[in-house]
């Protein structure tokens, strides 16, 4: 018999009640260490003071008005967002999918008003940008196609990284290029600044609109607001969401005053996005993770972790063979099959998060305390260690 709740997730058994920091107790008391953080989300730990304050002060007052009319919050957070970055103009979402629904559309409505429509965008293998029918035409790998046909036309993927290809690629019917700086389903591929910097100067001379997902590697995880910012260049659209929220269900894409030129009264819309009590929580996520000391601490526990992961490897050939990422978005390659690594983890209650291309990925809260990060490298070393002696003992 189908379960009440759909069974699109193959579910570990813990139940957590309740959430302090990195730390996540479970119905029957069971503590486990969070290098989740709900697949980046909760980028200030569980129930952050100042987050909590935020939703509940704003509970008190008003949670939901619709966007007939004006939203201070959210106002105040989108002026935020174009203070602190390259955009001019913002439009709030629930949620990461819708972001990259509207980056879509905005990137076609822009050439549509041009006068010279153009139709495909072109997106990387190992994407991810969601599970609206749009989002996995662009993204296009079977595991996420498959039975969903007739897919949404207009997406073509390219090998990631693969500049010539780019090159070859684009058209003058091509609308948009679409990337994430660092893949995140897609087993923390970090895209080098150099790339990041070709792409831009490539879409410039093309003037094909570049749109950059950072829905995974936004909000502070690579130790800058936004993963661009290491390579110096900028998108026209933006897609963010998780850490945005801090846990509340959020998301935004940003865009310059050009990019967002035909988006105009009418053309889009959302019940939810933007309402009070998100924008109220996002407001108060990015006074802390917009902080330059903030983030300059995220790199250096990045660092650290990293360094200590590196160990790891060198002392778990069998189990792991390489560390990747940035900043606090990092990921083990392993050799042992990744699933077997998490579940490897639950036994030392530690909560990590497997990826594509046989990674486990290490995505804790961005304050994570740096005992934290000891006690985390100590519980994967011994999951290691437990799955040595299950293969030695195999063997
Ligand atoms: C890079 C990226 N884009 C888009 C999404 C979709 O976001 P959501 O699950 O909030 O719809 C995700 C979610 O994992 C993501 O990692």
Redesign the pocket.
């Known amino acids: 018999m189908i379960p009440a709740v759909l069974p699109t997730y193959n579910r570990a058994p813990m139940a957590f009640v309740k959430g302090e920091g990195s730390w996540l107790t479970t119905d029957d008391g069971a503590r486990y260490l969070d290098l989740g953080a709900g697949?980046a989300v909760n980028a200030l730990g569980h129930a952050h003071p100042a987050l909590v304050q935020a939703l509940t002060d704003q509970a008190a007052q008003l949670w939901h008005v619709s966007n007939l009319y004006r939203i201070p919050q959210q106002e105040a957070l989108a002026q935020k967002l174009v203070d602190a970055t390259f955009a001019d103009t913002v439009f709030f979402t629930n949620?990461?999918?819708?972001?990259?629904e509207l980056a879509i559309k905005m990137a076609r409505k822009y050439w549509y008003e041009r006068g010279t429509p153009r139709g495909e965008i072109i997106a990387f293998e190992g994407a991810?940008?969601?599970?609206s029918t749009g989002?996995i035409a662009a993204a296009g790998s079977e595991k996420m196609v498959k039975g969903f046909g007739p897919l949404m036309p207009g997406f073509r993927q390219l090998p990631f990284g693969d500049h010539d290809a780019l090159r070859a690629a684009i058209t003058t019917d091509t609308c948009a290029v679409i990337i994430?700086p660092v893949q995140?389903?897609g087993g923390i591929r970090v895209l080098p600044d150099a790339c990041l910097k070709g792409l831009r100067d490539l879409c410039d001379e093309t003037g094909t609109l570049l749109i950059f997902?950072e829905?995974?590697?936004g909000m502070g995880r690579t130790g800058r607001l936004f993963a661009h910012e290491w390579a110096g260049v900028t998108p026209d659209i933006m897609?963010v969401?998780?850490g945005i929220g801090g846990g509340f269900p959020l998301?935004a894409v940003l865009a310059t005053e050009s990019a967002a030129a035909g988006m105009v009264a009418g053309t889009h819309g959302s019940t939810y996005g933007g309402n009070p009590l998100g924008c109220a929580v996002g407001g108060a996520v990015m006074d802390i993770v917009g902080d330059d000391a903030f983030l300059a601490e995220v790199a250096r526990k990045g660092a650290l972790f990293r360094q200590g992961l590196e160990g790891l490897v060198a002392t778990h050939p069998q189990v792991f063979e390489a560390v990747r990422g940035t900043g606090l978005m990092l990921g083990l390659k392993c050799r042992a099959s990744n699933a077997d690594v998490v579940k490897a983890g639950y036994a030392q209650h530690l909560l990590t998060v497997a990826a594509a291309d046989n990674v486990l990925r290490l995505l804790p809260a961005l304050n994570i305390p740096d005992a934290d990060i000891a006690e985390a490298l100590a519980r994967l070393d011994r999951a290691a260690s437990a799955l040595e002696k299950v293969t030695g003992d195999a063997a």
């Open positions: 697949i949620s990461g999918t819708e972001a990259a991810f940008h969601g599970r989002a994430e995140g389903e997902d829905v995974q590697c897609m969401a998780k998301g």
